[in-house]
């Protein structure tokens, strides 16, 4: 691992940082839908390690889904296209649906999987994302859940990638800029 965190730049966020703040969300969330039917859903691949971390602290019933959808592919400048790879699975028709992302970057990628699950006929729709990027919008999309905000940088770990590496480093830190260059 160490010559992996080499490639930092410098670290955000460290591994009990982000677990710490995984336990305030859950326990915020398992207040705020106490007495709702909770479905869950992430993003492959991105938001994996968050979404099995935050399922795993809800002292609540849910389920949970994943769906696929790539927008970066192995760049670090979003490719303005996102593709569906996978759909939902659970059914979520009436139910209290929470989108758990791994980063809300410029929106494109949580509006096409926000509407996907809005077409399922939820009862609410509602997005906890991990971190939220200080960036321009290309779509506005109101978070009900944050982690943390970040400045304008390009960030691996904790599910997050570049050239799908790095996403099994427990913390989140700021890629060097050789390292893609
Ligand atoms: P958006 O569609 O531009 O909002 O991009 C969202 C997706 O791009 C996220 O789910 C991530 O997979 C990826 N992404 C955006 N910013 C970063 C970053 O800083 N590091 C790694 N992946 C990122
Ligand atoms: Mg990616």
Known sequence: MKELQEDLERVLFDGEAIQRRVDELAAQISQDYASGD????????GGLFFLTDLSRRLTIRHTFD???ASS???HVESSGQVLVTKDVE????????LLVEDIYDTGRTLRVVRDLLLARGPRSLEICSLLVKNCPRTVEIPIRY???HIPNVFVVGYGLDYAEQYRHLSCIGVLKPEIYR
Do not use: H, K, S
Request: glycine letters at 16%; proline letters at 8%.
């Open 90 to 97: 659970v059914p979520l028709q009436g139910r209290d649906v």
């Open 146 to 148: 944050i982690g943390f």
């Open 66 to 68: 994943v769906v696929g």
């Open 38 to 45: 909770l479905a869950l859903v992430t993003i492959m691949r």
């Open 72 to 74: 970066y592919g192995p």
